[in-house]
């Protein structure tokens, strides 16, 4: 495996004659997360062709844009797609607070079998289109670019025979990092993602960081490693997964926890970040801006004297918080 001649594609060769990119379908804030990095690629010469499915919430080939879109059909509807987000930030939001850990569980479980089917959907809308998959091949592409929350983008690599670049902050107790890529993570030391523990931790959050990483690594070898594609021979969703020539990790080294690195896994954190944009005259005269603070007995300002805020507080008779905003951007944020 040449380790590093995707990374190389996408960030570092900008000659005339740039690369050709393919780029996998995402959606949400992983959509709005890449492009940027589709953006700058643009601007290094190369030629980006993006993946978008018929039923998506944020990309839209009919938009403007400086890349390319290769649009496919998928078997979703629009409502079913709304309808599965809103039951998941109802459960994650409101309802996971008030269940037992059985039920949070089961409820975890049906919502990732659900969004696994889902998800296949998507892939059989490439990879089982001739017309699509014909397109892909003639193109011939230089690298494969993919967040894996989408899965499949592996299998489409594998297939038509290039290198794969994924993009990712980090998956459930680092469970794809370390089963699919590779990477060691000594749970003595190496808190799994969303455990909620750091690296300094007493025997008993040890024994917690152990049992979740078994946890998780039960629930991802029942739904992902029994998923075989036959590409020629039995494959596991995993292994294909390990195949990623290079990992972007979208974060610094320093805003995580000390751990054991191999060398295709890159920390690449503010890759879609762009400069900040002065904000507009208006904005910065004070009756248009808003301010939160705390206030302690008498020190709560009087709206006899400024009449034009309008103060919605809460908060003990000590202390109160109070967001002021003027009452003409209550109206319009209303």
């Known amino acids: 495996m040449k380790l590093h001649i995707a990374f190389f594609v996408l960030l570092l060769l900008s000659a005339a004659n740039g690369g050709k990119i393919l780029v996998w379908h995402t959606d949400g804030s992983h959509w709005i997360n890449m492009k940027p990095v589709l953006e700058t690629l643009v601007d290094r010469g190369h030629q980006v062709t993006v993946l978008i499915p018929s039923t998506s919430l944020f990309m839209n080939s009919s938009e403007p844009s400086r890349f390319r879109y290769e649009p496919f059909n998928v078997s979703v509807s629009m409502e079913f797609k709304k309808k599965f987000i809103k039951e998941f930030l109802l ?51 230089d690298v494969l670019f993919a967040d894996p929350i989408y899965p499949g983008s592996d299998l489409t690599a594998d297939m038509l025979g290039i290198p794969l670049v994924f993009s990712l902050r980090f998956s459930l107790a680092h469970n794809w990092e370390r089963m699919c890529g590779q990477l060691p993570a000594p749970p003595s030391f190496v808190p799994a993602a969303m455990s909620k523990l750091t690296d300094k931790m007493d025997f008993l959050e040890r024994l917690w960081n152990v049992l979740f990483y078994a946890f998780c690594d039960f629930m991802h070898s029942n739904l992902f490693n029994n998923m075989l594609f036959v590409t020629g021979t039995p494959t596991s969703a995993c292994e294909l997964m390990g195949k990623a020539d290079t990992w972007l990790m979208r974060t610094y080294w320093d805003f995580d926890f000390p751990r054991p690195l191999l060398p295709n896994f890159k920390f690449v954190g503010g890759i879609h970040c762009k400069p900040a944009k002065p904000l507009p005259e208006a904005m910065l005269k004070p009756k248009l801006s808003s301010l939160t603070v705390g206030q302690t007995g008498s020190m709560r300002p009087s709206t006899t004297a400024f009449p034009w805020w309008e103060s919605p507080c809460s908060g003990t008779s000590q202390t109160t918080w109070c967001t002021w905003r003027p009452k003409e951007l209550q109206l319009l944020l209303s």
Do not use: A, W
């Open 91 to 141: 459960f994650s939001i409101y309802e996971v607070d008030h269940m037992t850990y059985f039920q949070i569980y089961n409820k975890l479980m049906g919502f990732i079998r659900t969004n696994m089917d889902y998800f296949l959907k998507f892939l059989d809308g490439v990879v089982k289109s001739e017309t699509i998959m014909k397109k892909l091949k003639q193109g011939n592409y």
